[in-house]
């Protein structure tokens, strides 16, 4: 531990339930004296003192960080990276962490994420990538189904569809690229081949051409149970994935994560924070990227980090200092589940103002990440957005983990709500299978 570091002001920027188990972490390090977070939510405030700053208002964040005096100030969102939050913070003199405008470019445009991964050889899906429709239409119309189009830009996580007629991809190109429906995100698409195989994902430290992996975790996408539906930002997240070896982990460290840090410094875009793998592993054991995002992932830090036995300000503030190389992490034997909690509607338009009963009961075993949440000054929980909360169970193995998730989730109440049953399921059936 870095005694001097004792009583370090951190600011935290975002207001879902990444920023809260960011915040929930910070606050559970010794060398850590006060969590602030820009602007926070309802369950946030329970932890830290929140800030009415909007995440796109960089100059008012850097006059209140500097004004605070504020040691560190953590970036949650894609959004405020991609606009180039970090760039304004360290003009300013701030410590940040977070890759600067250049290199949060990985997960801003996938054209360049995949132009990069080409370029250096790094294992992704056969794509082609196109600014024009009518070309991208004829490309589709030649091209073995199913097809995964992908928009360009950030997309809050939903500018993904796997086609799986012609009409279908005919439909969703005409929506993103004409129709403008992720606006100027949609201006160009990837079109990829569709990737068979089990996803991962892997939360990275990243500082230059040093890396640092966390444990592995596994998302679902699909807003219904079985993979069904439409995409969402990710409707829960387990960690460990038992049914991958460690020899699969060091294979995604050695030819994905370590080969893109090193191509973003020799593209002068040197990555300085929490680099996010999305992965495929095919049958045959191979990973592939699917995606890269430039910050901790929404829900997998939720599932990741109550596993992290290194003090999270440390590797933060190493990062910051590009002393990351000074690090090892450690990480607790036990297993983590989140289900994520959605309001009505979601993820097209949500119903907000329901009432939310059962949280008391409900935090007693499990921890609670605020997401979409907004508290009357009687006390009252109501929904403030469309995935509402993160409930995480702890256990000795996933299952245990599961059943503590589930049996929280079915304390907790209001109208429409929405959650997937079968987190980690996936883990169960081939762990079970591989016996």
């Not at 500097?66 to 970036?75: F, G, K, P, R, Y």
């Not at 009252?380 to 702890?394: D, H, K, P, S």
């Amino acid at each position: 531990m870095y005694m001097e570091h004792i009583g370090k002001k951190v600011l935290v920027v975002g207001s879902g339930g990444r920023e809260h188990a960011l915040v929930w972490a910070l606050c559970n390090s010794p060398q850590v004296g006060q969590v602030l977070c820009a602007p926070g939510n309802a369950g946030i405030a329970e932890l830290a003192e929140c800030v009415p700053l909007a995440v796109n208002d960089y100059e008012g964040i850097a006059k209140y960080a500097a004004e605070q005096a504020i040691d560190l100030v953590v970036i949650g969102p894609d959004d405020p990276l991609a606009g180039g939050i970090v760039d304004v913070l360290k003009a300013h003199g701030l410590r940040v962490f977070g890759p600067d405008r250049k290199a949060a470019e990985i997960e801003g445009s996938k054209v360049f994420m995949k132009h990069l991964l080409c370029k250096y050889g790094i294992p992704t899906a056969a794509y082609a990538a196109f600014d024009d429709f009518n070309e991208a239409l004829a490309y589709i119309e030649k091209h073995t189904l199913p097809v995964v189009i992908k928009a360009d830009g950030l997309a809050a996580g939903k500018g993904v569809v796997i086609a799986q007629t012609h009409e279908e991809a005919a439909h969703v190109l005409q929506e993103v690229m004409v129709d403008s429906k992720f606006g100027a995100s949609g201006s160009k698409v990837v079109i990829e081949e569709f990737m068979q195989g089990e996803e991962m994902s892997i939360l990275a430290f990243v500082d230059g051409e040093t890396v640092r992996l966390c444990e592995p975790a596994q998302d679902h996408k699909p807003i219904f149970d079985g993979d069904c539906g439409p995409n969402t930002g990710g409707m829960g997240t387990y960690s460990p994935l038992p049914q991958f070896s460690s020899s699969v982990i060091e294979k995604v460290r050695r030819t994905i994560i370590e080969p893109t840090a090193k191509a973003m410094v020799s593209e002068g875009r040197s990555f300085h924070g929490l680099l996010f793998a999305g992965l495929m592993i095919t049958p045959e054991g191979e990973p592939k990227v699917i995606e890269f995002n430039a910050r901790f992932g929404d829900p997998e830090t939720q599932s990741v980090l109550p596993r992290m036995k290194t003090d999270l300000f440390e590797v933060l503030w190493a990062v910051s200092e590009g002393k990351l190389h000074d690090i090892e992490l450690e990480w607790h034997d036990h297993a983590a589940v989140c289900v994520i909690v959605a309001a009505a509607g979601y993820p097209g338009e949500v119903s907000k103002g329901d009432v939310i009963t059962g949280l008391d009961a409900a935090s007693v075993n499990v921890l609670l990440f605020h997401a979409g949440t907004s508290r009357d000054e009687d006390g009252t929980w109501r929904t403030a957005g469309g995935r509402v909360l993160g409930v995480v169970g702890i256990g000795d193995h996933v299952a245990a983990a599961k059943a503590k998730a589930y049996e929280a989730v079915r304390l907790i109440q209001f109208n429409g709500m929405q959650y997937r049953n079968d987190i980690s399921a996936k883990s169960e059936r081939l762990v079970e299978h591989s016996k």
